[in-house]
């Protein structure tokens, strides 16, 4: 009887996981008996530990779990910098922790996160989209690119960002300049020097 109360438990997880993709552990107590038993289920590969308390499915991508994670979690975190470039497809580089902005006055503490407290004023860009059928929110690809150029100027990550850009969109020029005003970046003379030379 025991065995198979244990046995109920565990296909419990298991689907809850799989319709809801990422639970917390306080989400999961009710089903699982204890910290260890989650950690025995992450042992056997049947779950997989995000860490910061954050579980998912080992059906999907540990990345896409844990972007999935933001909104319900962190709902006004903004997915930035290397993580948003990724996801828009404009930079392949490993993600070891999910990038987010905050408000410069609220604060986020998570291992799974790198946290940048930003001023109101850079908050700008922020879209919803679909994001393996949940909605995230994030910077949009002329925004991502500003960031790029923030963080990387003239290096590797933002020419490659800048070139993936212009091979996927037409370039938005209105928002490109509006970004490159508000964020004192560059990102036009950099889109007008690569079409130049197309």
Do not use: C, W
Not at 59 to 65: K, L, S
Not at 98 to 108: E, F, G, K, T
Not at 122 to 142: N, Q, S
């Amino acid at each position: 009887m025991r065995k198979n109360v244990k046995s109920q438990s565990l296909s419990n997880v298991l689907a809850r996981l799989q319709k809801e993709k990422v639970l917390s552990a306080q989400q999961l107590k009710s089903s699982v008996s204890s910290r260890m038993a989650l950690k025995r289920l992450v042992e056997d590969g049947k779950i997989v530990s995000l860490g910061a308390g954050l579980y998912a499915s080992s059906r999907i991508d540990p990345f896409v779990a844990s972007v999935i994670a933001i909104p319900r979690f962190y709902p006004k975190a903004i997915l930035s910098n290397i993580t948003a470039l990724v996801i828009h497809g404009l930079s392949d580089e490993s993600v070891d922790r999910i990038d987010v902005d905050i408000p410069r006055d609220s604060s986020i503490r998570n291992a799974l996160l790198r946290v940048h407290r930003v001023p109101a004023k850079r908050l700008v860009g922020i879209t919803a989209m679909k994001f393996h059928g949940e909605i995230i929110t994030i910077y949009d690809p002329e925004r991502s690119l500003a960031e790029a150029f923030r963080f990387d100027k003239g290096g590797p990550i933002f020419y490659k960002a800048l070139k993936r850009y212009l091979r996927q969109h037409d370039p938005n020029m209105a928002l490109i300049l509006k970004y490159d005003g508000l964020l004192g970046t560059l990102v036009m003379p950099h889109v007008q020097q690569e079409l130049a030379d197309v």
